[in-house]
């Protein structure tokens, strides 16, 4: 179909619709899910297709999930926040440039790589323990209390200045030492990357990473949604619309709208779901776009 037919813009806002509301749900960017579908569903390029989703994400689209996630009690690490996005703003151009560079077929065989690893750590991903059950401390383990933490020893996680001094309400622990949020840093610097290269909108780097770091789900989840609510991908989208295919900016409006009532939804519906039940979600979506992807290449 042509980009200017209404099955083009009635697809485009269904495909805004469903990754809205899945990013909503599982906290991610929504490029992971969206630059798939645009390729599938309405049939754009590969690379127009990351550069909508790149630019559907623009908008503060992740507000209402973000105050959904706050509301349920999640306590969002805002100096990380800082940290992830001025990062992320700087790596995020590159991987678009060197997208660019990249013949679509290869591309979408990239992309359905990218998902597979993501479906991979997924599966690997233990489920936490429930609060009040009595667990060790681990990595990706939330503690059972506050109490446990203040009688932790205290052991030193690599250079000092990558380990701080335990707050009471810290949110990320590992071996009874804070995270320093500086590991924004180079997450953001990967998130940012693979961002710009494969239109995503970085949560599907920056949640196992969190994770694997000590953070909470629903923490995760509310740090990558914040992450995305300055434009940061604004330079990325730059790149793609000065590409040989440019953008079709129409079409994005629809994408935009439908994005921002399925994020909203998504976001109520996440506080509402267990831990193993996002898990599932998660792992039949990586894997479907992966296949489906993989076979359209």
């Known amino acids: 179909m042509t980009t200017d037919s209404p099955l083009a813009y009635l697809g485009a806002g269904g495909c805004g619709l469903i990754a809205g509301f899945l990013a909503g749900l599982l906290g991610i960017g929504g490029g992971g899910v969206l630059a798939p579908?645009?390729?599938?569903v309405v049939g754009l390029p590969q690379h127009v297709a990351q550069g909508m989703s790149l630019g559907a994400m623009l908008p503060p689209v992740g507000y209402p999930a973000?105050?959904?996630?706050?509301?349920?009690?999640?306590?969002v690490p805002w100096r990380l926040v800082a940290f992830l996005v001025v990062a992320f703003a700087c790596a995020a151009p590159l991987?678009?440039?060197?997208?660019l560079h990249i013949a679509s077929r290869p591309l979408k065989w990239g992309f359905s790589l990218f998902l597979i690893v993501?479906?991979?750590?997924?599966?690997?991903?233990?489920?936490?323990a429930p609060t009040g059950t009595s667990t060790p401390a681990a990595i990706g383990t939330p503690l059972p209390s506050t109490a446990a933490v203040d009688e932790a020893p205290p052991v030193s996680l690599g250079p000092p200045s990558l380990a701080t001094p335990l707050p009471a309400n810290s949110l990320a622990v590992v071996n009874g030492r804070a995270l320093s949020p500086v590991w924004g840093i180079p997450i953001g610097l990967l998130a940012g990357t693979l961002s710009?290269?494969?239109?995503?909108?970085?949560?599907?780097?920056?949640?196992?990473?969190?994770?694997?770091?000590?953070?909470?789900?629903?923490e995760t989840q509310a740090a990558s949604v914040a992450m995305m609510i300055p434009?940061?991908?604004?330079?990325?989208?730059?790149?793609?619309?000065?590409?040989?295919?440019?953008l079709p900016w129409p079409l994005l409006a629809a994408v935009v709208s439908g994005f921002v009532f399925g994020n909203f939804f998504g976001g109520k519906t996440?506080?509402?779901?267990s831990e193993k039940t996002a898990k599932y979600v998660s792992l039949c979506l990586f894997c479907g776009l992966a296949a489906l992807l993989a076979i359209r290449a």
Do not use: D
């Open 37 to 40: 579908l645009l390729s599938l």
């Open 66 to 75: 973000l105050r959904a996630y706050q509301q349920a009690g999640a306590k």
């Open 95 to 99: 991987g678009s440039f060197l997208a």
């Open 118 to 128: 993501n479906a991979i750590r997924t599966a690997q991903k233990p489920i936490s």
């Open 196 to 218: 710009g290269l494969l239109g995503i909108g970085g949560g599907l780097v920056v949640i196992p990473a969190l994770s694997r770091c000590g953070y909470k789900r629903l």
């Open 231 to 246: 434009p940061i991908g604004l330079p990325a989208v730059l790149v793609y619309a000065r590409g040989p295919e440019g």
């Open 270 to 273: 996440s506080t509402q779901i």
